[in-house]
């Protein structure tokens, strides 16, 4: 089992910037990536930025430019680097950890609010 804890959501007015953090714990070896999902009112739950053990990172188009993922594997955590903030940003974000038995991100943190506004 796998246990991963977020934190870093806050308020932020546009164009200002966040850095969400995640730490993983439990069984480590189970992970073959590590990504953030946002959900906000009314929309699907999206992937916003992942990034694999071997370090490979991938973003959504909306967000290209703007985030940034970022791991420290002696730590366990991965982090968000949250930059030109949007308030079409704002959602609940919710780090999510990829099993390598299943491929899907089967573990998942209890989400962390941003919210954009001036």
């Known amino acids: 089992q796998v246990q991963l804890v977020e934190s870093g959501g806050g308020l932020v007015r546009p164009g200002g910037s966040l850095r969400l953090s995640c730490a993983a714990s439990g069984s480590i070896s189970s992970i073959n990536a590590m990504g953030w999902y946002r959900q906000a009112p009314g929309k699907q739950r999206e992937l916003v930025a992942a990034?694999?053990?071997?370090?490979?990172?991938h973003y959504a188009d909306s967000v290209k430019g703007r985030f940034t993922i970022s791991r420290d594997n002696a730590k366990n955590t991965v982090y968000l680097q949250m930059n030109s903030l949007k308030p079409e940003d704002t959602a609940v974000y919710y780090c999510?950890?990829?099993?390598?038995?299943?491929?899907?991100?089967?573990?998942w943190g209890q989400g962390t609010q941003v919210t954009v506004s001036s």
């Open positions: 999510a950890a990829r099993n390598i038995a299943t491929y899907s991100y089967d573990y």
């Open positions: 990034i694999t053990t071997g370090g490979s990172a």
